[in-house]
T-cell receptor
């Protein structure tokens, strides 16, 4: 089983819709979780951290489910500018490795 | 602030040639990482350095070597380039281990012919 798994998509979603992604991780000792955004041929950039209590930043909500070992990202009222690849990131605190999922491609359709 | 700077941005190598990819960060970060990204494969960790003076293998270390020259610089060396090493290489740094935001360089697009 891969350490971090994501549905690669693409998700083709009309503008204004709500879209959700999940990401599963295999190592229960994982301690830190993040969502990154990557635009075509650019470097990844942090979208948001994921906390045990869940967190929200504007139209974006991230959740962590430790029991089931997955994290989620919800985007409400999607914009054309949300089109990108969304990368799930898990950090193994025992050895400081930052592990990326393969990413989920999102296309927002006008 | 420059953040994380990678050089070169583009490179074409012939099979068997060697080269070093340079990475420097000016944020006083402890941890640095090298990834490669291939279409459909996401970012795969090649090597990382949790702190100055230490380096560890990641998921795909074969064919690469690294040097953590000092706290600022972490270089990646290809001793004998192969076409399978054609990829986009990203360097990243974090303030302390992996527990906070990782900052990335703009990437090096390497083609091995």
């Amino acid at each position: 089983r891969k350490e971090v798994e994501q549905d690669p998509g693409p998700f083709n979603v009309p503008e204004g819709a709500t879209v959700a992604f999940n990401c599963t991780y295999s190592n229960s000792a994982s301690q830190s979780f993040f969502w990154y955004r990557q635009d075509c041929r650019k470097e990844p950039k942090l979208l948001m951290s994921v906390y045990s209590s869940g967190n929200e930043d504007g139209r974006f909500t991230a959740q962590l489910n430790r029991a089931s070992q997955y994290i989620s990202l919800l985007i409400r009222d999607s914009k054309l500018s949300d089109s990108a690849t969304y990368l799930c990131v898990v950090v193994m605190n025992r050895d400081d490795k930052i592990i990326f999922g393969k990413g989920t491609r999102l296309h927002i359709l006008p | 602030n420059a953040g994380v700077t990678q050089t070169p941005k583009f490179q074409v190598l012939k099979t068997g040639q060697s080269m070093t990819l340079q990475c420097a960060q000016d944020m006083n970060h402890n941890s640095m990482y090298w990834y490669r990204q291939d279409p459909g494969m996401g970012l795969r960790l090649i090597y990382y350095s949790a702190s100055e003076g230490t380096t560890d293998k990641g998921e795909v270390p074969n064919g690469y070597n690294v040097s953590r020259l000092n706290k600022r610089e972490f270089s990646l060396r290809l001793e004998s380039a192969a076409p399978s090493q054609t990829s986009v290489y990203f360097c990243a740094s974090t303030p302390w281990e992996g527990r906070t935001e990782a900052f990335f360089g703009q990437g090096t697009r390497l083609t091995v012919v």
